[in-house]
């Protein structure tokens, strides 16, 4: 059964072809949204997964959408995304709770099988 | 001066010396024509004295400073006292007026005290004070004048009260106990008040004043002192005995009046006269503004430098002040110098001459006023360009947000789709080369748009136009792409200084991008003059007008056009819509 993902990021266009990628690699992409709130809104409906999060948003950023959803409990897997590379966010991935991270230029199904083994 | 009915009643004053010796006269009649057992002597010499010197003094006080409070209530005590000796008359209705009327002598006393030198009720106390005397005189006078049996209050010979309502001497006894309680408490009242006051007082006037307020406050302290031997029932001798010596200062009042008025005139003559000396022979030492203060006896002079730049006043600071308007109680005077207007003096204009005196120094002033505003006009500007430096590099990083942002959000974002659609094409070649076909052709156009972004962007930052071919040709590129139609006029002879061109271009940039979002206009008219070594630039446009000066975008326009010593204005022009305009010199 194909794992299921909800994408977070405020870059329509980025969005669209992310779930190409994703959809390719063998990802089925269940939900979209474009800012934190509607984020965490859309991961208590879709229960996907996985939840790739874009650490720079319009309202929240990546790191609070992580907590919200972890405070929820049954929170999805968490892969945060962003046009930085990891070396630019300091430690704050690492203490973020997070699975892993994957630099939206190398997005890709086989980066996130990496992060996620 | 600030219009007061009490200026306009001072026509009346010969009208009232008149009535006054037509008081006079009568006084004196009822007392050598009464029947009755008295010391026609010693109540002519007490009445008179009193009441004349009052009056006389009131209506001198009234004629010189109109504008004031207490030369028509010290008038109004004397006439009043005149009232006493009424009460001497055989006529039952002289008899009665006399006795309502003498008392309201004691409550304009009372308002006098209070508001000497001023004219003005300054605390609660002193107003429940003043209005206490007055029931006192007006309301409880009158209603005793309806209880009193003269015959049963040891006056033998009187006439009948004609207003008498009730034969009731126990109620007229309770009725006077309870009138003489309240006045003993409103005069300690007016003590308590006065005591206050006196000690808020700077020395100069402490000095000046002061006898009058001991002979007042010594007089009404004899009378309640009086009034409450009489409540406790004593001899008719000792009550008599204190009311004659509370009279000795009493008739002191008018000429202690009139004694610390010519003795704070001298002082504060010599005041300003050493005030004036020092102006002209040294520069140095204290502040003009504490000098005058205390020539003035007045701790709230402010000084105002003109600052003819932006037709306004600094204070010594170069902080912006306004001159008291409509409504203000201070004043201001203008000082001049060589005529040219050099400042003001604001000033509380308690004192009856303090206008005088004010116009006084600022004719000595001008010339030390001049240097003070000199250097409040350094101090100002240099706070303008302190803030207006600040402005221009909060402006800076404010920008380098911007760029930040705008690539983060545009470019990057494009590319990085763009990226991940070239990769998946790439996957997709072999196995399916038409979707690899048309996932090449988004890529192409999130290419061409990502061009399009970052080529927006960097001429955001600095136009390459403006830098290769000037800024005429920049000008007609920023005209040509506006959303309303505009008309360049450019007469550039040579090409400005990169900051002048600069400068330019972002104030037509700025406005024309206004013009776009807040004008509703139709249309817009750009005009770049170079003469005389300034490069003038208008943006005129035929909206709705009512550009907010202040705001950011404008601010920033006015920071980098005063950064290069230029001016800059927003205004609505005449025919409507609004005027952005800017002078730059060249060299």
């Known amino acids: 059964m194909k794992r299921t993902v909800l994408i977070v990021d405020d870059h329509a266009g980025f969005r669209a072809s992310a779930r190409r990628v994703l959809e390719a690699g063998g990802y089925s992409v269940v939900a979209e949204a474009a800012d934190g709130s509607s984020g965490v809104t859309a991961a208590a409906e879709s229960r996907p997964d996985l939840a790739l999060v874009d650490v720079q948003l319009p309202d929240f950023d990546g790191f609070e959408v992580t907590r919200r959803l972890q405070e929820s409990g049954d929170a999805p897997e968490i892969v945060l995304i962003s046009s930085h590379e990891l070396a630019d966010l300091g430690s704050l991935v690492e203490t973020s709770g997070a699975r892993g991270f994957v630099s939206k230029a190398d997005l890709s199904a086989a980066a996130l099988e990496a992060v996620l083994r | ?587």
């Not at chain 2, 209530?73 to 008899?95: E, R, Y």
């Not at chain 2, 034969?167 to 003489?180: G, K, T």
């Not at chain 2, 140095?284 to 002079?301: F, H, I, N, W």
């Not at chain 2, 700025?510 to 630039?537: C, P």
């Open chain 2, 1 to 587: 001066m600030r219009p007061l009915s009490i200026s306009a009643l001072r026509r009346l004053l010969p009208a009232l010396a008149l009535l006054t010796i037509a008081q006079v006269a009568a006084s004196v009649w009822f007392t050598v024509s009464s029947d009755r057992e008295h010391d026609t002597v010693l109540e002519l010499f007490a009445v008179l004295v009193i009441g004349c010197s009052f009056a006389g003094a009131g209506l001198f006080a009234w004629w010189r400073r109109s504008e004031n409070i207490v030369g028509p209530l010290m008038f109004l005590t004397g006439f009043f006292w005149f009232f006493n000796v009424w009460v001497l008359s055989d006529s039952a209705g002289i008899f009665a007026l006399g006795y309502i009327l003498s008392s309201l002598s004691y409550a304009f006393l009372i308002h006098l005290l209070l508001v000497f030198p001023e004219g003005r009720l300054e605390t609660r106390l002193e107003r429940v004070v003043v209005a206490g005397g007055y029931f006192v005189v007006t309301v409880l006078q009158l209603s005793s004048a309806l209880l009193i049996d003269p015959a049963l209050n040891g006056c033998e010979g009187c006439p009948e009260n004609p207003l008498l309502i009730t034969e009731n001497p126990d109620l007229y006894d309770i009725h006077n106990a309870l009138q003489s309680v309240l006045a003993i408490a409103v005069l300690t009242g007016l003590v308590v008040a006065l005591v206050r006051r006196w000690r808020t007082w700077p020395q100069s006037r402490r000095r000046a004043f002061a006898p009058v307020l001991w002979a007042g406050g010594l007089s009404l302290t004899l009378i309640s002192l009086q009034l409450a031997v009489d409540v406790l029932g004593a001899p008719e001798g000792v009550r008599q005995a204190i009311f004659l010596a509370a009279l000795v200062p009493f008739a002191l009042i008018p000429f202690a009046f009139l004694a610390g008025l010519l003795r704070s005139r001298i002082s504060r003559a010599e005041a300003v006269g050493a005030l004036v000396a020092g102006l002209s022979t040294s520069a140095e030492g204290r502040g003009l503004r504490d000098a005058l203060a205390e020539a003035l006896s007045d701790d709230s002079v402010e000084l105002a430098y003109w600052v003819p730049e932006t037709g306004g006043y600094v204070d010594a600071d170069g902080a912006r002040l306004e001159l008291p308007g409509e409504g203000d109680p201070r004043l201001w005077a203008e000082v001049t110098h060589d005529g040219r207007r050099v400042g003001a003096i604001v000033h509380a204009g308690r004192l009856d001459d303090a206008a005088e005196l004010v116009q006084t120094i600022a004719s000595a002033a001008g010339l030390r006023m001049e240097n003070e505003r000199l250097d409040a006009e350094l101090r100002a500007r240099l706070e303008d360009l302190r803030a207006s430096r600040a402005r221009i590099v909060e402006a800076g990083y404010r920008e380098r947000r911007r760029v930040e942002r705008d690539l983060h959000d545009g470019a990057q974002q494009r590319l990085l789709a763009l990226g991940l659609n070239l990769k998946l094409a790439r996957s997709r070649l072999e196995e399916d080369p038409a979707e690899a076909g048309e996932l090449l052709d988004e890529a192409t156009a999130e290419l061409e748009q990502a061009t399009a972004e970052l080529r927006e962007l960097a001429r955001g930052i600095h136009p390459g136009l403006l830098t290769d071919r000037g800024l005429v040709p920049a000008l007609e590129a920023l005209a040509s792409r506006a959303p309303v139609p505009v008309a360049l006029t450019a007469e550039v002879d040579q090409r400005p200084a990169a900051g002048v061109e600069a400068a330019a271009y972002f104030l037509v940039s700025e406005a024309l991008a206004n013009v776009a979002k807040h004008a509703e206009a139709g249309r817009a008219s750009v005009r770049v003059i170079q003469s005389n070594g300034w490069l003038t630039v208008e943006v005129l446009d035929d909206g709705r007008g009512g550009a907010d000066p202040d705001g950011s975008g404008l601010t920033g326009l006015a920071d980098r056009v005063a950064a290069l010593d230029g001016s800059f204005s927003v205004a609505d022009h005449d025919g409507g819509g609004t005027i952005v305009r800017a002078s730059i010199p060249l060299g």
